[in-house]
């Protein structure tokens, strides 16, 4: 059984076989290399307290803990060095392109997040490069797409991620990364039920039309 567990000092430690009821055997070497052989690493003992765990995920959380000689887990957040760009897919309607910038002043203001920047993947501006090129002028140095798009079709495997790739060329000390899309999130049930009373209500002339809708005449029984 081995396990994988990067350490802050950039360390990474791959636990081998255990070698007794508190003992694993570790062989350390830098993260991010690649191509090196395990026979070139430094082997050591790495002494976990209370025993080694049989799960491997849990061998991992056991080697991040400080009474072990780890460093705790790295924290998953957005820093004052990222900028986080929300890519659409863009539409020749203009409507829709600036109901895209309104959603992105809300994010800003719900999440604190300093710099965050709308795209369209076509057919409108800005584009991911005008935004790549927009997170960089402010000072990142991680930029991270956000598909705005449900599931994880043709544009979220190749279009996207080529397109950030040709932004990011300019922009060489800068890393990036391109999360998932929506895809079966929970708090998406919440979502669509909420439009579809909204609508109903509407319809019964119980409610305005909802900012989506206005002015288009489109939420009426047919």
């Given at each position: 059984m081995s396990a994988n567990c990067v350490l802050r000092n950039g360390?990474?430690?791959?636990?081998?076989?255990?070698?007794?009821?508190?003992?694993?055997?570790?062989?350390?070497?830098?993260?991010?290399?690649?191509?090196?052989?395990?026979?070139?690493?430094?082997?050591?003992?790495?002494?976990?307290?209370?025993?080694?765990?049989?799960?491997?995920?849990?061998?991992?959380?056991?080697?991040l803990k400080p009474e072990n000689g780890g460093f705790g887990p790295k924290p998953f957040r957005i820093g004052e060095r990222d900028g986080l760009i929300i890519?659409?897919?863009?539409?020749?309607?203009?409507?829709?392109?600036?109901?895209?910038?309104?959603?992105?002043?809300?994010?800003?203001d719900k999440t604190g997040y300093p710099i965050v920047e709308?795209?369209?993947?076509?057919?409108?501006?800005?584009?991911?490069?005008?935004?790549?090129?927009?997170?960089?002028?402010?000072?990142?140095?991680?930029?991270?797409?956000?598909?705005?798009?449900?599931?994880?079709?043709?544009?979220?495997?190749?279009?996207?991620?080529s397109l950030t790739a040709e932004a990011a060329k300019e922009h060489p000390g800068v890393s990036y990364i391109i999360t998932a899309p929506l895809g079966l999130h929970e708090l998406l049930v919440d979502v669509i039920n909420d439009r579809i009373k909204h609508c109903l209500s509407h319809v019964e002339g119980d409610a305005d039309e909802c900012e989506v809708c206005a002015g288009t005449g489109k939420c009426r029984i047919y």
């Open positions: 360390v990474t430690m791959l636990i081998l076989s255990p070698s007794g009821p508190s003992f694993g055997q570790a062989k350390s070497y830098p993260a991010g290399e690649t191509g090196m052989s395990l026979g070139g690493a430094v082997r050591m003992p790495l002494r976990l307290r209370g025993g080694l765990s049989r799960g491997r995920y849990a061998l991992v959380r056991s080697c890519v659409d897919h863009g539409s020749r309607r203009r409507e829709s392109n600036l109901m895209l910038n309104e959603f992105v002043v809300m994010f800003r709308p795209a369209h993947m076509e057919l409108a501006e800005p584009s991911i490069k005008d935004a790549f090129d927009s997170c960089v002028l402010q000072g990142v140095t991680r930029v991270i797409v956000s598909p705005f798009f449900l599931f994880p079709g043709r544009h979220w495997h190749k279009d996207i991620p």
